[in-house]
C-alpha cells in the first residue's frame, strides 16, 4: 500500500469542546459539531463539556479502541498546554500521537471575538476545516532520544542560584554556579535583618554561602559571566567568561592588603553608592570567596605602569619598581604584567539543564524629579539598608547623608515607580514589608525617633506578615494611608514632606530630615543581553516569562531552561527560596531521566533531492545544518538533536528538497485549502 | 450613603463627557491631594475627594459646592498622579458640569463678569499703583481699549459663556 492509498483511508473524528463556558458563551458548539460531520474524510464529530477532562478523552480513546476513528481533531483550547494531554490519550488507545490536531477555536476564537457570536461561530468552522484538512493528511511519527549531559548550570549568586544550586548537587548532579560579582550572595547579603522574625540576614546567609562554596558537586565561578549558550535540552554547550581579576586567587588569602594600600577609588556598590572602596578590594567582609580583585575602570595604573607591562628595575638597587598593591600582597598574589583583556578567559562547561537566577535591581532615585532626588537625605530603602546594618557605612548607627548627624524625624515613602503609568503598572510586592521592617527595626533601636509611613495602602499578604505590620502601629510608628505629592529642600539639608491623609481627607505638612523611598524593583538592564544568548522571552511586565502563569511558574519556552526568584517576577526571600527550590527539582528531571525526548517535528533532508547548492547551511538559526559528502558529492545534512523544526530550511530549499515532517507541503496546501474554501 | 449604581454610572458618564476621561484609572492613592494648593487652601471638595464623591454618584449632591472653582488649574496634580487620571481635567469637567446646570459659585461669577467687561478673569485698578512707580496709569491691553473689549466681548456673546444669559 502507497503513502496515498494510506491517506485517503484516513478516517478523521473531530471533538468540539465546550471548555465550560469558555467557548460555548460565545461560540455555537453544535453548530461547529454539525458543519464538521459534514466536511470531507470526517467519520464522526461529538462535542462535550470539558474534552481535557477524564470523560472526554474517554470518548475519543473508546472511539480509536472501536476502530472508528485514525485520525483525531480537537477544537479547544492552546496546543501550548493541552497538546501533550491529548496525545497522550491517543497513545493510550493505541494510536500514533502524532495523529493529532487541535483547533484553537477558544484563543483564537470565543476570547478574541466575544461581541460578535456569530462570526466567531464562522471563524470557528474555518479553524476546523483547516485543522480536518491537516489531520487528514497527517502520517505517524516516532519519537527520537539523546543522552543527557548530567550536570545543571545557575546562573545568578544570590539567594534563588545558591538554593537551585545546593538542592542540584544534593541531588548527586554536577552543577556550576556562576556570579558576575567577585562574591556570590546578591541581594540578600546587603540587607540587615529579614521580615517577619527579624532574623539577620548574614546569618542565615552565610552559612549557605560557604556550604556552596565547598560543595563537592558544585564549581563556583564569580566575577563570571555567561558568554553564550548553544545547543538544547539535555546537552547544552556554554562558554562562562572569567573576567581578569589580576590577583591569583589560588595564592590570595583574602587579606586586604592590597585594598589598603590602594589610592585608586571608586563608589562601593556594595553599599549603594554610600561610601567609596579602593580600585582593588574585596566586595565585602563576609565575602565568598573571600578574594581580591583590582577593578580596571578604577586603578589608576600606579606609578606610570600601565597594565600589562613589566615593572621597570631600579637603576641604583636594581630591584623591581612595583605599584603599592603588589609590594602590599604578602602572598605575592598580585601581578600587574597580564595584559588587559576584556574578554577574560572563556572557559566552555557542557551542561543538561539550566537554571536562570540572576534577580533584581531597584530603581535609582534620580528617575523621580518630585521628590528632590538632588538632596543627599533622600535615600532608597536598599540605601538605608546598609545604613543600618552593622557592615554599612556608619556601622550600623542610624545617621543622615549629609551630616552623619541622628535624625529625628524619618519618612518612608512607599509605591516609588511602582503602581504608576510612567514606570510600572506592576506592584513590587514586598516594598510595605520591608519598610514595615526597616521602620520597626529603627524603633526598637531609637525609641524616641519619630517614623512615619505613607502607604497607597498596605500589602500585607504572606504567613506572619499582617501581624508583623499591625504589630508595628502598637509600636508607635504612625502609618498614614496616601501617596507622598512631593518633597521641597529646606535649608540644613531638611526635607519639607507634601503629603495626605486619606481617612481624614486633610493635607499633611512637616519637615523630616531623612527621606527613604521605596523604589521599584526591575530588571537589570543587563538581562536583555542574556535573554537574548539565552533565548528567554518577556512577559508585559519585562521580567522573563515564565511556560504558564499557574501550572508552569519555573518552566520556560525552551525546554531545559528554569527561572527562579526576581528575574521571573518580584518576590521577598521565602517565594524565591520556593522557587529556587521547584526549579531546581524541574532541572533534576531530564538529568534524573539520563535521556530525553526529541519530537519528530523536524526537519529532514531527501538527499537524492538535495542540490548541495548549501543555501540551507546558514539560514538555519541553530547551526544544524552541514554539509556532507555522499556519493563524492556534497549534500546537506540536518543534525536531529539541533534541530528545532522552525522550517526556515524547509522553506528556503530552491529544489524543495527538505521536508519539515509535521508541516508538509500536502498538510499546509490542505490547509490553506479549507481555509479559502 | 446609598450606593445606587445607576447613579454612580450617570456621574462617571457625565463627567467622561466634559473632558474627565481618566476618572475610572482613580486608585485613591491622594498624591493629588497632597500637592494641591486649592485642597491646601481648605477647599474640600478637590482632586481626590472630588474624584471620591463622583466615583460614589454624588453628581448632583455636590453641585452647589465652590471648590472646584479654587482650582488654580496648576496641573501638578497631572504630574503627581501615577495612573494618568488627570485630576485637573476632571476638575474642569465637573465645573462644566456646574455650568451648564447654572450652579456655580459666586466667586465664580465675579471673574466671568470681569472677563466680559474688562477681558481679564482677575481685575483690580491698576491706576494708583502704576501713578506710584511712574508708569503710564492704562495698561495697554483689553482694560483700556473700547475695541479690544468689544471683540472679546463679541467671542463670549457667540459661545456657550454668552448662552448663560450672565451678561
Given at each position: 500500500m502507497n503513502q496515498e492509498e494510506e491517506a485517503g483511508m484516513a478516517k478523521v473524528g473531530v471533538y468540539v469542546c465546550h471548555c465550560g463556558s469558555n467557548i460555548a458563551s460565545v461560540i455555537d458548539v453544535s453548530a461547529v459539531r454539525d458543519f464538521a460531520a459534514e466536511l470531507p474524510g470526517v467519520v464522526l464529530a461529538r462535542k462535550d463539556l470539558?474534552?481535557?477532562a477524564d470523560s472526554g478523552q474517554e470518548l475519543i480513546m473508546q472511539d480509536v479502541r472501536d476502530g472508528l476513528v485514525d485520525r483525531v481533531v480537537v477544537a479547544a483550547?492552546?496546543?501550548?498546554?493541552?497538546e501533550p494531554i491529548f496525545r497522550a490519550a491517543l497513545e493510550r488507545a493505541g494510536?500514533?500521537?502524532?495523529?493529532f490536531e487541535m483547533a484553537n477555536i477558544r484563543d483564537q476564537g470565543s476570547w478574541v471575538h466575544g461581541q460578535d457570536h456569530a462570526g466567531a461561530t464562522e471563524k470557528a468552522k474555518k479553524i476546523v476545516a483547516s485543522a480536518v484538512g491537516k489531520a487528514y493528511n497527517l502520517e505517524p511519527l516516532e519519537d527520537k532520544f539523546v543522552e543527557v549531559t548530567d550536570a545543571a548550570l545557575v546562573i545568578g549568586g544570590g539567594i534563588g542560584g545558591i538554593t537551585a544550586a545546593l538542592e542540584l548537587a544534593n541531588m548527586g548532579h554536577k552543577t556550576y554556579l556562576v556570579e558576575k560579582q567577585p562574591s556570590i550572595g546578591g541581594v540578600m547579603a546587603q540587607l540587615d535583618k529579614t521580615f517577619p522574625t527579624n532574623d539577620c540576614s548574614a546569618c542565615i546567609l552565610t552559612p549557605k554561602m560557604v556550604e556552596v562554596y565547598n560543595h563537592p558537586n558544585i564549581e563556583t565561578y564569580t566575577y563570571a559571566e555567561v558568554d553564550d549558550v548553544e545547543g538544547y535540552i539535555g546537552n547544552f554547550k556554554v562558554k562562562i567568561r572569567h573576567k581578569q581579576t589580576y590577583v591569583d586567587w589560588k595564592k590570595c588569602t583574602g587579606c586586604g592588603d592590597c585594598a589598603s594600600k590602594c589610592i585608586g577609588k571608586a563608589p562601593d556598590e556594595f553599599n549603594n553608592g554610600l561610601s567609596e572602596r579602593r580600585a582593588a578590594y574585596i566586595m565585602f567582609p563576609q565575602a565568598v570567596p573571600k578574594k581580591a580583585v583590582i577593578d580596571m575602570d578604577h586603578c589608576l595604573n600606579c606609578g606610570g605602569r600601565d597594565i600589562g607591562t613589566l615593572p621597570k628595575v631600579n637603576q641604583k638597587t636594581g630591584k623591581l619598581i612595583l605599584a603599592p598593591c603588589e609590594k602590599a600582597c604578602p602572598a605575592h598574589a598580585i601581578d600587574r604584567s597580564i595584559a588587559y583583556d576584556p574578554n577574560g578567559d572563556i572557559q566552555e562547561v557542557e551542561v543538561g539543564s539550566i537554571v536562570v537566577a540572576t534577580g533584581y535591581q531597584v530603581m535609582d532615585k534620580g528617575w523621580f524629579k518630585e521628590m528632590a532626588p538632588e538632596s543627599p537625605n533622600v535615600i532608597t530603602a536598599l540605601q538605608l539598608e546598609r545604613i543600618i546594618s552593622t557592615t554599612g557605612p556608619s556601622e550600623g548607627k542610624l545617621v543622615r547623608p549629609s551630616d552623619k548627624e541622628r535624625p529625628h524625624t524619618i519618612t518612608f515613602v512607599s509605591c516609588m515607580g511602582s503602581r504608576d503609568e510612567h514606570f510600572h503598572?506592576?506592584?513590587?510586592?514586598?516594598c510595605c514589608m520591608y519598610m514595615i521592617k526597616q521602620a520597626r527595626l529603627l524603633k526598637e533601636k531609637y525609641p524616641d525617633l519619630v517614623i512615619n509611613m505613607h502607604f497607597i495602602d498596605v500589602r500585607s499578604a504572606g504567613k506572619d506578615y499582617d501581624e508583623y505590620y499591625t504589630g508595628a502601629r502598637k509600636m508607635g510608628i504612625n502609618f498614614f494611608k496616601g501617596k507622598v505629592g512631593g518633597l521641597e529642600m529646606l535649608p540644613d539639608d531638611k526635607l519639607r514632606v507634601l503629603a495626605y491623609d486619606m481617612e481624614s481627607g486633610e493635607n499633611i505638612e512637616y519637615v523630616s530630615d531623612l527621606v527613604v523611598l521605596a523604589t521599584a524593583v526591575e530588571l537589570p538592564a543587563d538581562a536583555t543581553t542574556l535573554a537574548q544568548k539565552l533565548g528567554l522571552q518577556f512577559c508585559g511586565a519585562n521580567f522573563f516569562r515564565e511556560l504558564h502563569p499557574k501550572l508552569g511558574p519555573v518552566e520556560t519556552a525552551t525546554e531545559g531552561l528554569f527561572l527562579a526568584g526576581c528575574c521571573q517576577g518580584p518576590k521577598d526571600i521565602p517565594d524565591t527560596v520556593s522557587q529556587a527550590k521547584g526549579a531546581a527539582a524541574a532541572a533534576a528531571v531530564p538529568l534524573a531521566q539520563g535521556k530525553v525526548r526529541i519530537e519528530p517535528i523536524i526537519s529532514e533532508v531527501i538527499t537524492e533531492l538535495c542540490s548541495g547548492c548549501g543555501i540551507c547551511v546558514p539560514l538555519c538559526p541553530y547551526q544544524a545544518i552541514s554539509m556532507r559528502t555522499t556519493e563524492a558529492r556534497p549534500r546537506a545534512q540536518i543534525e536531529m538533536s539541533a534541530c528545532k523544526g522552525c522550517g526556515v530550511c524547509t522553506s528556503a530549499c530552491p529544489s524543495g528538497a527538505i521536508v519539515l515532517h509535521g508541516y508538509k507541503e500536502e498538510q499546509i496546501f490542505a490547509q490553506i485549502e479549507a481555509l479559502t474554501a | 450613603m446609598i450606593i445606587d449604581q445607576e447613579k454612580i454610572n450617570e456621574a462617571i458618564r457625565t463627567i467622561q463627557e466634559y473632558g474627565g476621561h481618566g476618572i475610572l484609572n482613580c486608585v485613591q492613592c491622594g498624591a493629588c491631594s497632597a500637592i494641591c494648593p486649592g485642597v491646601k487652601a481648605g477647599f474640600p471638595l478637590l482632586c481626590r475627594n472630588l474624584i471620591r464623591h463622583l466615583l460614589n454618584g454624588q453628581l448632583e449632591e455636590i453641585?452647589?459646592?465652590?471648590?472646584?472653582?479654587?482650582?488654580?488649574?496648576?496641573?501638578r496634580c497631572t504630574e503627581v498622579c501615577p495612573q494618568g487620571v488627570r485630576p485637573q481635567e476632571v476638575v474642569f469637567a465637573f465645573r462644566r458640569y456646574q455650568g451648564n446646570q447654572l450652579a456655580f459659585s459666586t466667586s465664580a461669577v465675579t471673574s466671568q463678569m470681569n472677563l466680559y467687561e474688562t477681558g481679564h478673569a482677575v481685575y483690580s485698578d491698576p491706576k494708583e499703583l502704576r501713578k506710584q512707580v511712574g508708569l503710564p496709569e492704562e495698561t495697554p491691553t483689553s482694560a483700556f481699549d473700547e475695541k479690544a473689549r468689544q471683540e472679546i466681548q463679541a467671542l463670549i456673546n457667540a459661545g456657550p459663556m454668552g448662552e448663560l444669559g450672565l451678561f
Open positions: 470539558f474534552m481535557c483550547c492552546t496546543p501550548r498546554t493541552h494510536l500514533n500521537k502524532y495523529l503598572t506592576y506592584c513590587s510586592r514586598f | 453641585i452647589e459646592d465652590s471648590s472646584s472653582w479654587g482650582c488654580q488649574a496648576c496641573n
